[in-house]
Antibody
Framework: EVQLVESGGGLVQPGGSLRLSCAASGFTFSSYGMNWVRQAPGKGLEWVSY????????YYADSVEGRFTISRDNAKNSLYLLMNSLRGEDTAVYYC???????????????WGQGTLVTVSS | EIVLTQSPGTLSLSPGERATLSCWASQSVSSSSLAWYQQKPGQAPRLLIY???NRATGIPDRFSGSGSGTDFTLTISRLEPEDFAVYFC????????FGQGARLEI
């Protein structure tokens, strides 16, 4: 069974940093592009970042470019999101979501993890 | 940026009825690069449709997608109680954007 389990969320002050992790199992992690997608409380979905299987292609939403860094460790079947200079509008549930095999751009997302809540507040 | 607008915002129907949800794009979505997701309270979204009309693995055939260019539709032929949820469309033809969501309620 394909599983994605996020961790690392919590309460952080504005301007602070946080690192999210996503542990993958049940599939060949090193073959798939991966994404982070977020959802502010009671709001819609916003794609955050994408990384290709070999980390050669990386993309960010304009809203996080320069503040967030996506990375992966294929030996550990893990995806990461380092978030710096956090703002109140970054408060959201952050989902890890699998992309496609053999592609270098984000497409559709399947499956998704259960999400981890990041709250940015003083 | 391609803006996706979903309508109606809320659709009230009964089990057994047919549901039609629309997703309108501000620009043409290349290669029918459109997906649909279902989200229930407290759960992550689940992929239903990709490529505008292809059902994802394990999705019942009462769910169908259609459309191209700027107009896309998700149809649920006969509503089951578990289908009442929020539905999002997403385009991946030019970066990634989502619609604002549409609530399907009993």
């Amino acid at each position: 069974e394909v599983q994605l389990v996020e961790s690392g969320g919590g309460l952080v002050q504005p301007g602070g940093s946080l690192r999210l992790s996503c542990a993958a199992s049940g599939f060949t992690f090193s073959s798939y592009g991966m994404n982070w997608v977020r959802q502010a409380p009671g709001k819609g979905l916003e794609w955050v970042s994408y990384i290709s299987s070999g980390s050669t292609s990386i993309y960010y939403a304009d809203s996080v470019e320069g503040r967030f860094t996506i990375s992966r460790d294929n030996a550990k079947n893990s995806l990461y999101l380092l978030m710096n200079s956090l703002r109140g509008e970054d408060t959201a549930v952050y989902y890890c979501a699998r992309g496609l095999m053999g592609r270098f751009t984000p497409n559709w997302f399947d499956p998704w993890g259960q999400g981890t809540l990041v709250t940015v507040s003083s | 940026e391609i803006v996706l607008t979903q309508s109606p915002g809320t659709l009230s129907l009964s089990p057994g009825e047919r549901a039609t949800l629309s997703c309108w794009a501000s620009q043409s979505v290349s290669s029918s690069s459109l997906a649909w997701y279902q989200q229930k309270p407290g759960q992550a979204p689940r992929l239903l449709i990709y490529g505008a009309s292809n059902r994802a693995t394990g999705i019942p055939d009462r769910f169908s997608g259609s459309g191209s260019g700027t107009d896309f539709t998700l149809t649920i032929s006969r509503l089951e109680p578990e289908d009442f949820a929020v539905y999002f469309c997403q385009q991946y033809g030019s970066s990634i954007t989502f619609g604002q969501g549409a609530r399907l309620e009993i």
